[in-house]
């Protein structure tokens, strides 16, 4: 999946697209299902990836990999798409369809059943690995693009409100409380103050490469909204 500076830079562009009524409320539901106890430890609640997320085992072209239930979470939030917490809960989930269902399809090597049994890198070499060691992989190169992001994008931290904890309980999967809200804040703000200098090269991706993918996302997302949210 792709880091939360990477999450909070997408939701800032398509802020810059669509008309959304609370910026604040929209940026923390883009950022909560990915507020799990391995970054924060202390949250009021834990909720497992495969709830805050949707996933399931999915089979694409051949490929056996866990993937959002994106119908699923429309169907469940299909009452509810006016309200920017659950837009930015979606967001997210769309943007980690888009990432990690490319990353299966370009990099991942597969057996005759699906499963990884390595990836191809970006120097043309392939080495044999698991899901584990390749989704390692993934998140380093996401580690040196959030480096980039915090260098060369413009995007807003969400700011604490007492609005937000009116729009959080449309969510239920997710039961945040206050002072997770501000935990979640305070995270985003160390976060994008950080920018080390001393980074290792990219594994899977090139800088341009996931420069253009992210772009792309973005040109995703703005599709599936025009066919499924707009509409509404």
Request: some cysteine; aromatic content about 12%.
């Amino acid at each position: 999946m792709p880091s939360w500076i990477v999450h909070l830079a997408t939701a800032n562009k398509i802020i810059e697209k669509i008309n959304i009524k609370n910026v604040n409320s929209f940026l923390i539901g883009n950022i909560i299902p990915d507020a799990e106890r391995h970054v924060i430890k202390d949250f009021s609640v834990y909720v497992p990836y495969h709830i805050s997320h949707y996933s399931e085992i999915q089979v694409i072209e051949g490929h056996k990999e866990e993937l959002p239930n994106i119908d699923k979470i429309m169907k469940n939030y299909k009452e509810y798409l006016y309200n920017p917490m659950v837009l930015g809960y979606i967001t997210h989930i769309l943007t980690d369809y888009y990432w990690n269902r490319l990353a299966f399809l370009r990099y991942t090597i597969k057996d005759n059943e699906g499963n990884c049994i390595g990836v191809k890198l970006n120097n043309g070499n392939e080495i044999a690995c698991g899901k584990e060691e390749r989704n390692e992989l993934k998140r380093n190169d996401f580690k040196i693009f959030k480096n980039y992001i915090v260098k060369k994008e413009k995007y807003v931290i969400p700011k604490y409100e007492d609005r937000l904890l009116e729009d959080i309980k449309l969510i239920k999967e997710i039961p945040f409380n206050k002072e997770d809200i501000n935990k979640i804040i305070k995270h985003l703000n160390e976060e994008c103050k950080e920018y080390n200098q001393n980074i290792s090269e990219y594994n899977l991706f090139t800088q341009n490469q996931i420069i253009e993918d992210y772009k792309n996302s973005i040109e995703f997302i703005m599709e599936f909204f025009k066919e499924n949210i707009s509409k509404k």
